[in-house]
Structure formats: structure tokens, C-alpha cells
T-cell receptor, first 114, second 114 residues
Framework: GAVVSQHPSWVICKSGTSVKIECRSL??????MFWYRQFPKQSLMLMAT?????????EQGVEKDKFLINHASLTLSTLTVTSAHPEDSSFYIC??????????FGPGTRLLVL | GDSVTQMEGPVTLSEEAFLTINCTYT??????LFWYVQYPGEGLQLLLK?????DKGSNKGFEATYRKETTSFHLEKGSVQVSDSAVYFC?????????????FGAGTRLFVKA
């Protein structure tokens, strides 16, 4: 089946620094990519939807200047957490889609901000 | 608003026991319904889906029936195996002009003992 990778799988950073997370579709072209955030024992919360070559659509309550999303190609989307703070510590998951109703998920990236 | 509620875990069962994980939803219109499974260290994978009322999704011995009258999509398996230990997410798929969105339940962790 289709494979989506994320890099890094985990990252620890100091407060105030920026962190970039990559999401790649390895064997298909993803017209749409999604970024989710998952808190412990909670659901995946959709942060934003990005279509290749256009600006991301952010969900209500998600700061677009804080969480920068770039979908520069059909196989790569990046999420940059700018000026990270401890409250940004979480599990970030991306998914990629090439057709309606179909999503393939990455394994997630665990971010810890000290 | 649109939402998904699923039973809290963890659920602990012995091998060959019967499994039910409850899921109910609130949505406008007629959404498609999904169950995803997340094995340790891996990304979410689609387990089964149903696109309209009374449809039954099935895969790997798991089944779920789309019940519009009770707004439910309960997951069942007649005889669980240790390899079924994972986190299970019920999800609602909503289509809109220009895209789609998936809303997830909180996830239910299943432990199966040998």
C-alpha cells in the first residue's frame, strides 16, 4: 500500500527555537496533505489542510503564523513550529491523499520543547 | 457540530474473546464512517469503512454496520488475537466543495492477552 514517512520521528528542542517536520508520500503523488496534532489519550485534532502549490487552510484556533505549512511539491509537505514553547509539545501526524475518502498516515513525530 | 464519540479504553481481553468498541457520531448530512487502527510505532491504517446507511464494512475479521437510526458504527470481532492489540479510531468523513475533512474519535486502546 501507499507509504507516508515523517522526519524526524522525535525531536527535543529548547524553548524559542523553531522546528521543521517533514511529511513525504513515498510512492504516490499527494494532491492534499493534512496535519494533525494528538494529545495523550485524545483524538487527532486537524490543524490544517494543504493542497500542493497553494496556501494551507487552517482550522479555527490554529495560529497560522505559529505553525507554518508548506506543500511545495506533490510528495512533500513541511510543518514548521516557530518559536516553540513547552505547550507546543505534542505528537504531530501528517496524512496524504490522492483521492477522495482516502488518506495514508505517517507514523508521527513526537515534539518535546524544554 | 460534527463529532465522534467512542468508548474509553483501555479494553483488555483474553485471546478468542468477543470484541465490541462502541462509536456514535453527530453530523449534518450523510457522512461516510471509518475505523482506523494504529499498531505500536506505526501510522494509522484504514481498517474498514461504510459509505451509507445499513452498509457493513469488514476486514480481517472485524465488522461494523452504519446505523443511521442510532447514529452508530460499532466495531466488532468474534475472536480477537494478540496481534489485534492496537489503538482503534472511529472517524467521520465529511465532503465539502473543494475538499474533505476527517473527524476522529479519541481512540480506544485494546490489549489482548494470550
Amino acid at each position: 500500500g501507499a507509504v507516508v514517512s515523517q522526519h524526524p520521528s522525535w525531536v527535543i528542542c529548547k524553548s524559542g527555537t523553531s522546528v521543521k517536520i517533514e511529511c513525504r508520500s513515498l510512492d504516490f503523488q499527494a494532491t492534499t496533505m493534512f496535519w494533525y496534532r494528538q494529545f495523550p489519550k485524545q483524538s487527532l485534532m486537524l490543524m490544517a489542510t494543504s493542497n500542493e502549490g497553494s496556501k494551507a487552510t487552517y482550522e479555527q484556533g490554529v495560529e497560522k503564523d505559529k505553525f507554518l505549512i508548506n506543500h511545495a511539491s506533490l510528495t512533500l509537505s513541511t510543518l514548521t513550529v516557530t518559536s516553540a514553547h513547552p505547550e507546543d509539545s505534542s505528537f504531530y501526524i501528517c496524512s496524504a491523499s490522492h483521492a477522495q475518502e482516502t488518506q495514508y498516515f505517517g507514523p508521527g513525530t513526537r515534539l518535546l520543547v524544554l | 457540530g460534527d463529532s465522534v464519540t467512542q468508548m474509553e479504553g483501555p479494553v483488555t481481553l483474553s485471546e478468542e474473546a468477543f470484541l465490541t468498541i462502541n462509536c456514535t457520531y453527530t453530523a449534518t448530512g450523510y457522512p461516510s464512517l471509518f475505523w482506523y487502527v494504529q499498531y505500536p510505532g506505526e501510522g494509522l491504517q484504514l481498517l474498514l469503512k461504510a459509505t451509507k446507511a445499513d452498509d457493513k464494512g469488514s476486514n480481517k475479521g472485524f465488522e461494523a454496520t452504519y446505523r443511521k437510526e442510532t447514529t452508530s458504527f460499532h466495531l466488532e470481532k468474534g475472536s480477537v488475537q494478540v496481534s489485534d492489540s492496537a489503538v482503534y479510531f472511529c472517524a467521520l468523513y465529511l465532503s465539502y466543495t473543494g475538499g474533505f475533512k476527517t473527524i476522529f474519535g479519541a481512540g480506544t486502546r485494546l490489549f489482548v492477552k494470550a
